[in-house]
């Protein structure tokens, strides 16, 4: 989870918190007051759910961006492989053909 998920839960479950206990001393009947907590629990499970599908496509994002990395990491490093291969079999060819002069 990302530090900005984290402020948000964090400020959502505050709120939350806050009107809870703001409905809790406000002086209304009993069923106003809980249909606005009801209300609230669900801002927060709306928000909530928000914010972990936000963290999902951010992960999800990141694994396809490191696999794109890695991809492109292991191409490079075929082709120093074959390249080095190259330059070593040439230097044995001139070893060789040194050796038969």
Do not use: C, W
Not at 51 to 79: F, M, N, P, T, W
Request: aromatic share 4%; hydrophobic share 40%.
């Amino acid at each position: 989870m990302t530090k900005n998920s984290k402020i948000i839960i964090g400020v959502a479950a505050a709120a939350a918190a806050g009107a809870a206990i703001g409905l809790l001393f406000a002086p209304e009947k009993g069923t106003k007051i809980r249909e606005k907590m009801r209300e609230a629990a669900n801002d927060f499970a709306t928000d909530l759910l928000d914010v972990i599908q936000r963290g999902g496509r951010q992960y999800s994002d990141s694994v396809d961006s490191i696999e794109e990395s890695a991809k492109r990491l292991k191409s490079k490093a075929i082709g120093k492989v074959a390249e080095l291969k190259d330059r070593f079999q040439d230097g044995v060819e001139e070893i060789k053909e040194g050796a038969h002069a």
